[in-house]
């Protein structure tokens, strides 16, 4: 079963920092990664999709890479600001449409507060 | 496009009572899941469904959950007889194929008392 952890739980950084969030996944099969973003009593935004063949996908301030074989993501934002401000989820896609479906399994989060 | 579409936005009821939450698609959309989030549990999936059809229930916490497609434009999440412990918010999405990415309704705040 496929498990996704994302560290640290959550981070408190200083307005204009590079900051890097983590995501593990413990089976290294998989279809694609997805970061979301969730602001509070909000749904969930798709920041960006890495797709298994890929190392990184970059938009705006936000880099993304993937490292399947180890089994880890790493979510890089440059130059935070306050309105960065939210819980950051990664998502995995185990397969492809006959290969487990296109469920996703969830991380946990990491809420991410910048500060003035 | 509007999105994907929940309703209602928040729904408060008692012990026992039948829930219905609704979901519709984006357009041309033909996957559409089901997930649950909690504080405890995060985000889990309940249900999924492609080109209208059952895929994956196994998230279903038990038979007082059920949830039909009855079109590619409108899916519904029944919850009969409703609990406390069924509290929480309720997420519809949907993708396509070639896959982009999900894309996630605004939820469904329920709140059993």
């Known amino acids: 079963k496929q498990e996704v952890t994302q560290i640290p739980a959550a981070l408190s950084v200083p307005e204009g920092e590079n900051l890097v969030l983590n995501c593990s996944f413990t089976?290294?099969?998989?279809?694609?990664l997805q970061w979301f973003r969730q602001d509070p009593g909000k749904g969930l935004t798709s920041l960006l999709l890495i797709q298994s063949s890929q190392r990184e996908q970059t938009s705006g301030r936000l880099n993304a890479s993937l490292d399947k074989s180890s089994g880890r993501s790493t979510l890089y934002i440059a130059a935070s600001q306050p309105g960065d401000s939210a819980t950051y989820l990664c998502?995995?896609?185990?397969?492809?449409?006959?290969?487990?479906?296109?469920?996703?399994?969830f991380g946990t989060g990491t809420q991410l507060k910048v500060e003035l | 496009d509007a999105g994907v579409i929940q309703s209602p936005r928040h729904e408060v009821t008692e012990m026992g009572q039948e829930v219905t939450l609704r979901c519709k698609p984006i357009?041309?959309?033909?996957?559409l899941f089901w997930y649950r989030q909690t504080m405890m549990r995060g985000l889990e999936l309940l249900i999924y469904f492609n080109n209208n059809v059952p895929i994956d229930d196994s998230g279903m916490p038990e038979d007082r959950f059920s949830a039909k497609m009855p079109n590619a434009s409108f899916s519904t999440l029944k919850i009969q007889p409703s609990e406390p412990r069924d509290s929480a918010v309720y997420f519809c999405?949907?993708?396509?194929?070639?896959?982009?990415?999900?894309?996630f309704g605004s939820g469904t705040r329920l709140t059993v008392v």
């Open positions: 357009s041309g959309h033909n996957s």
């Open positions: 998502a995995v896609r185990r397969g492809g449409l006959t290969g487990g479906g296109n469920k996703l399994t």
């Open positions: 089976d290294s099969a998989i279809y694609n």
């Open positions: 999405a949907s993708s396509s194929e070639p896959y982009i990415g999900y894309t």
